[in-house]
């Protein structure tokens, strides 16, 4: 499956944004989606991820009761409604789908990733 990550920008301390992410193909619902986050000079992290059909969810300890990851079957498009932004969340943000493994916060158990989207968050 093709992602495009979109929504990023530049945002004030405690603002909010919302990142999309369109995926392309007939059969979006089987694919477990996840996000990613890359500081510069850091790994990438596990944000939050959320199953194929059942849309259960699982977010990264750092982001729980702030961030929000919910997708649309319909429009082939899986969601991350971030509110209370810090200056920590700064990073390119990255969606990416798998086929096996639900709610996994290991990247190698995703097999396709958007080209990211860059989320800066001022103090």
């Known amino acids: 499956v093709q992602l495009q990550a979109s929504g990023g920008g530049l945002v004030q301390a405690g603002g909010s944004l919302r990142l999309s992410c369109a995926a392309s193909?007939?059969?979006?619902?089987?694919?477990?989606m996840g996000w990613f986050r890359q500081a510069p000079g850091k790994e990438r992290e596990f944000v939050a991820a959320?199953?194929?059909?059942?849309?259960?969810?699982a977010y990264a300890d750092s982001v729980r009761g702030r961030f929000t990851v919910s997708r649309d079957n319909v429009k082939n498009t899986v969601y991350l409604q971030m509110h209370n932004l810090k200056p920590e969340d700064t990073a390119v943000y990255y969606c990416a789908a798998g086929h096996y493994y639900s709610l996994s916060r290991h990247e190698r158990h995703y097999l396709d990733w958007g080209q990211g989207t860059q989320v800066t968050v001022s103090s």
């Open positions: 193909g007939r059969t979006f619902s089987i694919y477990h």
């Open positions: 959320i199953t194929g059909s059942s849309g259960s969810t």
